[in-house]
């Protein structure tokens, strides 16, 4: 019997979701590009693209729904957490089933963390 090897579905399945993502971000008014490893999650940078672009937390509610997930609440008033230089950092949960009794995902794997960058004038 030969030695079983882990499935490394998880680039895959990113790499199949960027691109759908990447033509609604640019519908948006917003360039996404990839940063980081695609090993644990997908890391993602919005970046305001057009001279006019559309409400960013639209375009991640659009995200989610298109991949199947639900954004997750970072706060009780925002789905976002504040980052550096006014980026807004969004998680979207994929497949990472219910929180444990000690508040951690019974699998942590499976969801993107999207930065979008502010729009400047």
Known sequence: MYDEKPIHARPS????????????ALK?????????SLHRDLDL??????EKVKDSEKMI?????VLGG?????????????KPHGRKC???NL????????GEYKDP???????????TT
């Open 70 to 82: 639900y954004v997750m609440k970072c706060y009780a008033d925002k789905l976002y957490i504040d």
């Open 28 to 36: 948006y008014g917003y360039n996404l590009v990839l940063h980081g």
């Open 13 to 24: 399945l990113y790499a199949l979701c960027f691109f759908d993502l990447k033509k609604i």
């Open 45 to 50: 940078i919005a970046i305001p693209w057009q």
């Open 90 to 92: 969004y998680v979207i």
């Open 61 to 65: 509610k659009e995200f989610a729904k």
């Open 95 to 102: 497949n990472r089933g219910e929180k444990s009794k000690k």
């Open 109 to 119: 794997q499976y969801y993107l963390d999207i930065s979008v960058m502010p729009v």
